[in-house]
């Protein structure tokens, strides 16, 4: 037991701190969500890479209760530990999980590197014990990738060819400033692909299809982004583009290979949400607040718990045919890149400034979703009293 006032500790795009209860209440509100959309049709196991936040944490919460799967996470955690609170995902993963066994249900968090042989073999030593998988969804999103070999790859969200000179958003002032971002060398390129691209997502589906664990007809999905023109530089024809064209580009091998049991692989390319992930890319948490604006203002709006219940309802779902673009991949993103929507967005983006913030951006809307994903300025949470920390990842354990 370790009770304790948790204060929030936000410094530019990463929280040292989160809030056990503010966690917790935010994973009741998705699965709230998912009940009220009354999923039909069942999953047997669903192993979930990248579980604990964002558009992982929502899959993992609908496979488990919108589907009623077994259900194994890998998320890269901190547990809370000597008085200092554990990351937010560590308490996400273990509301789930606490919520799940007061149901009835199984839900497991593995916590490692996803791209270690350890875990990959702790996965597949539960998945022997749960039952191969009949959805396997890839949401890492991971600043680094270290080899077996001990090569560490870094990650780098810069331009490629030409340096960016464009429009972000200084989070530590508030001000909307002009962002200069050297062009990447070739050796950050090759390791945001390394880290971002197809190649762990295959060697996971490879391993799985060895140790007999893809049930038959079973689905592998794994999550993309294209985003706008105005991030196109930073984003798409940036490091982080070439990495999700690789993952793109990998996705047929994965299909392949999941035909032999029956199966289908897809890219899925959702939307773009406010997680840790996407704050962390120059010139995003900008757009994202004009973006924002736009849809709310024509009733378009999504959040990541909406876009998942849509990826399995519509798509991906038991019984369900996923609708593809020419290229094969599923467009959860068709509502943010309407012409309706980019056509106000790139004005906005013209006269964007500092002055016209207000008028032009939801920059209070992105901060509120920002700490709510550290469970801050969560709804009926009462930050003066004092939350448990110290909670165990999986229940019962
Ligand atoms: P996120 O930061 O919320 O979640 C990342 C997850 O990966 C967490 O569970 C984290 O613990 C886990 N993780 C990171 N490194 C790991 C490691 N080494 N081993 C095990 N787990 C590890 O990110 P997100 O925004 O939800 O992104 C998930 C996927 O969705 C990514 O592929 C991303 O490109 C894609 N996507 C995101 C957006 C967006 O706007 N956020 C939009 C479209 C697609």
């Known amino acids: 037991m370790s009770l304790q006032v948790v204060q929030p ?53 609908v496979a488990c209760f919108g589907y009623g799967a077994k259900t194994l996470g890998v998320g890269f955690e901190k547990a809370p530990e000597g008085g200092k609170t554990g990351t937010a995902g560590w308490y996400n993963a273990a509301e789930a999980s606490r919520l799940a066994a007061e149901q009835g249900r199984t839900y497991c968090t593995i916590n490692g590197d996803a791209f270690s042989d350890e875990v990959k073999r702790e996965v597949v030593d539960a998945l022997r014990a749960m039952g191969p998988a009949d959805t396997v969804i890839y949401s890492l999103a991971a600043p680094r990738r270290r080899d077996p070999d001990g090569t560490v790859w870094n990650s780098a969200l810069k331009p490629i060819g030409e340096a960016y000179h464009g429009r972000a958003f200084d989070l530590r002032n508030e001000t909307v400033t002009e962002a200069s971002i050297e062009a990447a060398t070739p050796e950050e390129i090759e390791a945001t692909v390394k880290v971002m691209g197809g190649e762990d997502w295959l060697a996971w589906m490879r391993l799985l299809s060895d140790e007999g664990l893809i049930a038959p007809g079973a689905r592998a999905i794994a999550y993309s982004y294209i985003g ?22 990998t996705a047929p091998e994965v299909d392949a290979l999941m035909r032999a049991h029956g199966g289908a692989a897809w890219v899925s390319v959702n939307k773009s949400v406010v997680t840790q992930a996407s704050s962390a890319i120059p010139a995003v948490p900008l757009y994202m607040s004009v973006a924002f604006r736009v849809m709310k203002a024509q009733g378009v709006h999504e959040g990541v718990i909406e876009q998942i219940v849509r990826l399995f309802k519509d798509h991906a779902g038991p019984g369900r045919e996923p609708a593809t673009d020419e290229q094969g991949r599923i467009r959860l993103d068709d509502r943010e890149m309407a012409d309706s929507v980019q056509t106000v967005v790139a004005e906005s983006w013209d006269r964007i400034s500092t002055e016209t913030m207000s008028e032009l951006a939801d920059w209070d809307g992105y901060k509120r979703d920002f700490q709510k994903l550290f469970g801050f300025g969560v709804d009926g949470i009462d930050y003066d009293q004092p939350s448990e920390v110290d909670r165990p990842l999986n229940a019962g354990a």
């Open 9 to 61: 500790r936000i410094r530019g795009f990463i929280s040292l701190s989160a809030h056990p209860d503010g966690c917790a209440a935010n994973v009741r509100e998705q699965v709230e969500v998912i009940e009220r959309a009354r999923l039909e049709g069942s999953l047997g196991t669903v192993l979930v890479i990248g579980s604990t936040t964002g558009y992982g944490l929502a899959s993992a919460l």
């Open 228 to 249: 706008p023109e105005v991030s196109a530089p930073i984003y798409r024809r940036g490091t982080i583009g070439k990495a999700k064209e690789h993952l793109e580009q």
